[in-house]
């Protein structure tokens, strides 16, 4: 499986961005799906999941603001991303995990997001 990210950008406060992610090969549907970031100095943090049975789960910081979705016929996962804020800047990255069910973690690229105040 890889993973290709895109979406990133430069970006006022406020203003919204949506990151895509699209997998090649198959079993997409089979993974568990997130979307981390990783600002500079910081360590990588989860900030929304999709389940293969449809649970999302977001962090705190960006619950109400932040939309994950998934797109089974297009083998993409979304992250919607609106009302943006200077903390929100990092690099994001997607994950395909299916190691519970025997197929292995994946991650993509990452795409930088870029908020200014």
């Known amino acids: 499986v890889q993973l290709q990210a895109s979406g990133g950008g430069l970006v006022q406060a406020g203003e919204s961005l949506r990151l895509s992610c699209t997998a090649s090969?198959?079993?997409?549907?089979?993974?568990?799906l997130g979307w981390y970031r990783q600002a500079p100095g910081k360590q990588r943090e989860v900030v929304a999941s999709?389940?293969?049975?449809?649970?999302?789960t977001y962090a705190d910081s960006v619950k109400g603001r932040f939309t994950i979705s998934s797109d089974i016929d297009k083998n993409t996962v979304y992250l919607q991303m609106n009302n943006l804020r200077p903390e929100d800047s990092a690099v994001y990255y997607c994950?395909?995990?299916?190691?519970?069910?025997?197929?292995?973690?994946?991650w993509g690229q990452g795409t930088l997001v870029t908020v200014s105040s």
């Open positions: 090969g198959s079993n997409f549907p089979s993974f568990d």
């Open positions: 999709i389940r293969r049975i449809g649970t999302t």
């Open positions: 994950n395909a995990w299916g190691l519970a069910y025997g197929l292995g973690e994946y």
